[in-house]
């Protein structure tokens, strides 16, 4: 069982979609094989005794067929059309999520049969529907497509009527469809290829022609499209000179109108200004860190990690350490505490601990830091560096210069290695390495390290830790 492409999606439902599944299964609409019921119960009964490794392909046969010899042949025909079942009942719960798709729909029965009464109420229900989304994003416009098609097919039956105002709606829902996916296409793109630090350049077909327009037409674009006015603001966050006015723009909409954003429109706006913030912050423009923390508050109040399925682990970590950096210690333990359950499995140990690591080295606990960190598993650089980074800093604290020199030079190996895949972050990671390193000599033997070492950070404000560094060389 372990092997079959169905074991991936079994063990994706959570509790109460495998107990909608029976039902689902149970259906006689759907099913009416009474093996496939009992494949359920028995499928269902291993997972919920978290036993499901052990179910074999020769106890589900005994199950579904007792007394029989063994056929693989069989019981990959009842599984493949468990399977089927299986996929069925994913799109029958995945289409309950978009009700205004199940409205098109309905309307567009009731069109093709002609059933005038039905029609006028569907559609009067719809276009409320349509009317009262805020940010209007591509899937809005997908439905609009479809509901002001169905309302010409309706109306067109009267060969006589002006169809003239129905075809203009038409048309600006197909252009609007059209400027909000491509553009949504183009920022997603970005968000893969480039870094607001960096010099990518974006170049698809109606990119310019694009950008050219909702210029041109950017206020009524900000009052009536919501989603298009907030990823042209992204597009130029990451590809203008005068990038901070866009962010500003970005932040103060989003802000303003928090409340009327669904989750998932609000994660668009979100990870954009997030990863924005960090790098402005990497360059050593410490204003944003108040920012980025205030899109962490106002989101929070928002519900927005509430409704989250899973949390990102990175930006998990990205929130403490900006809470930390800003003194916001309580705030940060009560997140840490009150989120930890949405990480993802996989990635829940090791970000608890560096979360942890990171908490207790603000408060000066570093014993308790080592501790854990010592239970970090390094699942990508990220780990490893902020881990190191953090014990370099416990070993400068606790006068341990021999295991602080002997993890800078290893470290440095460990950049090395990765200088690619680290992009703009190996210089900085680098320069930390070289300034602890200069701190080190200024407090052991070489006092005139301490101007140089004052003057150079004086200079560079894009380096890790470096008001870690700042204090440290001011008190020598």
């Not at 909608?20 to 019921?37: Q, V």
């Not at 668009?268 to 050593?284: C, D, E, L, R, S």
Request: aromatic share 14%.
């Amino acid at each position: 069982m372990q092997k079959l492409k169905l074991t991936e999606i079994l063990l994706s439902f959570n509790p109460n979609e495998l107990k909608r599944l029976g039902d689902f299964i149970r259906s006689p609409f759907y099913n009416k094989s009474k093996k496939l019921i009992s494949i359920y119960e028995l499928i269902r009964k291993y997972i919920e005794n978290s036993a499901f490794k052990n179910l074999t392909k020769e106890i589900l046969w005994q199950n579904i067929m007792p007394g029989e010899k063994f056929s693989d042949v069989k019981l990959r025909s009842y599984l493949s059309e468990f399977k089927k079942l299986c996929e069925k009942f994913i799109i029958t719960l995945e289409g309950e999520k978009n009700t205004v798709l199940q409205k098109n729909m309905l309307l567009l029965y009731f069109t093709e049969r002609n059933s005038k009464k039905n029609i006028d109420a569907a559609s009067a229900e719809l276009k409320n529907s349509l009317n009262s989304e805020f940010t209007k994003s591509f899937d809005h416009y997908s439905d609009r497509i479809l509901f002001e098609r169905t309302m010409i097919l309706n109306e067109g039956r009267n060969v006589e009527k002006n169809l003239d105002s129905n075809y203009y709606r038409l048309s600006d829902a197909i252009d609007r469809f059209f400027i909000s996916s491509k553009l949504e296409l183009m920022n997603s793109f970005l968000s893969r290829k480039y870094h607001v630090l960096g010099g990518f350049k974006l170049k698809t077909e109606f990119s310019d022609e694009i950008i050219e327009y909702i210029e041109n037409h950017l206020p009524a674009i900000k009052k009536n499209d919501p989603f298009i006015y907030c990823e042209f603001l992204i597009f130029k966050m990451m590809t203008a000179e005068n990038n901070d006015a866009y962010f500003k723009d970005l932040y103060n909409f989003a802000l303003k109108n928090i409340k009327n954003y669904r989750h998932a429109e609000l994660e668009q706006v979100y990870f954009p200004m997030i990863n924005f913030g960090f790098n402005k912050v990497a360059m050593g423009e410490t204003e944003y860190l108040i920012r980025i923390f205030e899109i962490y508050r106002s989101f929070e109040l928002r519900g927005f990690y509430s409704e989250m399925d899973v949390f990102q682990d990175i930006d998990f970590i990205s929130i403490v350490i900006a809470g930390l950096r800003l003194n916001k210690i309580s705030w940060v333990e009560n997140f840490a505490e009150k989120y930890s359950r949405k990480l993802n499995n996989e990635f829940r140990s090791p970000t608890l601990s560096l979360v942890k690591a990171l908490i207790s080295f603000k408060k000066k606990e570093f014993t308790e830091s080592i501790k854990h960190l010592s239970r970090v598993n390094y699942q990508n650089s990220y780990y490893y560096l902020k881990s190191k980074e953090t014990l370099m800093q416990i070993y400068y604290e606790q006068n341990e210069y021999e295991a602080m020199q002997s993890l800078i030079d290893s470290t440095k190996h460990y950049l090395n290695r990765r200088k690619d895949v680290l992009s703009i972050h190996y210089g900085r990671y680098l320069m930390f390495l070289k300034y602890l390193g200069m701190l080190l000599k200024a407090k052991q033997t070489d006092r005139s390290c301490k101007i140089n070492l004052k003057k150079e950070l004086n200079n560079n404000n894009n380096v890790i830790a470096r008001e870690w560094l700042i204090e440290k060389v001011y008190s020598l």
